[in-house]
Nanobody
Framework: QVQLVESGGGLVQAGGSLRLSCAASGRSFSHYTMAWFRQAPGKEREFVAAITWSGSGISYADSVKGRFTISRDNTKNTVYLQMNSLKTEDTAVYSC???????????????WGQGTHVTVSS
């Protein structure tokens, strides 16, 4: 089993920055593609970004491209989401997830974290 624990969420003003972390334990973290998702109140879960185990493949949702950066440090078993130029519409619960399959298919994700809240104020 793989356990994922997110941290770094909180309250930030619009235009500000925040860095989320997702720490993995259990099985080998380096064998998984990691992704960030978010879900706002009353909305469906939305893909944010993904990164392959080697870090050579990265994908972003159009809504965050140019503002968010996903990265990972396999020596620390941790994936990060650096969020810059935050907007009120970025307010959501952010969760990390792990898959050995196609990152585009939500059903392929084997493990999910509990989520961390991000609130962007105007």
């Amino acid at each position: 089993q793989v356990q994922l624990v997110e941290s770094g969420g909180g309250l930030v003003q619009a235009g500000g920055s925040l860095r989320l972390s997702c720490a993995a334990s259990g099985r080998s973290f380096s064998h998984y593609t990691m992704a960030w998702f978010r879900q706002a109140p009353g909305k469906e879960r939305e893909f944010v970004a993904a990164i392959t185990w080697s870090g050579s493949g990265i994908s972003y949702a159009d809504s965050v491209k140019g503002r968010f950066t996903i990265s990972r440090d396999n020596t620390k078993n941790t994936v990060y989401l650096q969020m810059n130029s935050l907007k009120t519409e970025d307010t959501a619960v952010y969760s990390c997830a792990a898959t050995r399959g196609d990152y585009r298919v939500i059903g392929n994700y084997d493990y999910w974290g509990q989520g961390t809240h991000v609130t962007v104020s105007s």
